[in-house]
Antibody, heavy 123, light 114 residues
């Protein structure tokens, strides 16, 4: 089955760190660029970070730049998000999302999403 | 960043009737060199992740029922459900991918049954 499964969320105090993981299965993971998208409780969608299929290109939203680090391990079919210096406003469900293109050019719309993992930043 | 504004914020439509959701971008998302609108639509049901419905403004994703259609160009777009079914109750989001990596989503439109 083609799927993405996130893990690693939880309750963390402000200033703390957390590492999210996304396990991919059912498709050739190293052919696709991947993204993290988050959704604060009751709110809309916010793109967080992107990593190309070979990790040669990485981008972040301004809201997380300098605090979050995206990475991937193609041998393990896994995507990661290291989150440091967490703030209250980082509280959200974090989704990993696959770019719709398996080719050399990304499309930047997302055809496969995981079910998400909830990160709650609170003292 | 391009700001995506959806209207209305919420919508109640009777079963079998047409539902139309609007999405306006603060600048064009039409790329003149290939005449493509860099605009997608997603459906999010309660407790579920978003699901891609439409890309390039009007191309239906595989498996999406043909009652869903996308239209518009430039800065103004619509998602239309021709005959609302109970399973279409959801929040719908538009997304521009014209300016990468700064892609942005609309605030969402909640669709309910009247």
């Amino acid at each position: 089955e083609v799927q993405l499964v996130e893990s690693g969320g939880g309750l963390i105090q402000p200033g703390g760190s957390l590492r999210l993981s996304c396990a991919a299965s059912g498709f050739t993971f190293n052919h696709y660029s991947m993204n993290w998208v988050r959704q604060a409780p009751g709110k809309g969608l916010e793109w967080v970070s992107y990593i190309s299929s070979t990790s040669s290109a990485i981008y972040y939203a301004d809201s997380v730049k300098g605090r979050f680090t995206i990475s991937r391990d193609n041998a393990k079919n896994s995507l990661y998000l290291q989150m440091n210096s967490l703030r209250d406003e980082d509280t959200a469900v974090y989704y990993c999302a696959r770019d719709a293109s398996a080719g050399a050019t990304d499309y930047w719309y997302f055809d496969l999403w995981g079910r998400g993992t909830l990160v709650t930043v609170s003292s | 960043d391009i700001v995506m504004t959806q209207s209305p914020d919420s919508l109640a439509v009777s079963l079998g009737e047409r539902a139309t959701i609007n999405c306006k971008s603060s600048q064009t998302v039409l790329y003149s060199s290939n005449n493509k609108n860099y605009l997608g639509w997603y459906q999010q049901k309660p407790g579920q992740p978003p699901k891609l419905l439409i890309y390039w403004a009007s191309t239906r994703e595989s498996g999406v029922p043909d009652r869903f259609s996308g239209g518009g160009s430039g800065t103004d777009f619509t998602l239309t459900i021709s005959s609302l079914q109970a399973e279409d109750v959801a929040v719908y989001y538009c997304q521009q991918y014209y300016t990468t990596p700064s892609i942005t989503f609309g605030q969402g439109t909640r669709l309910e049954i009247k």
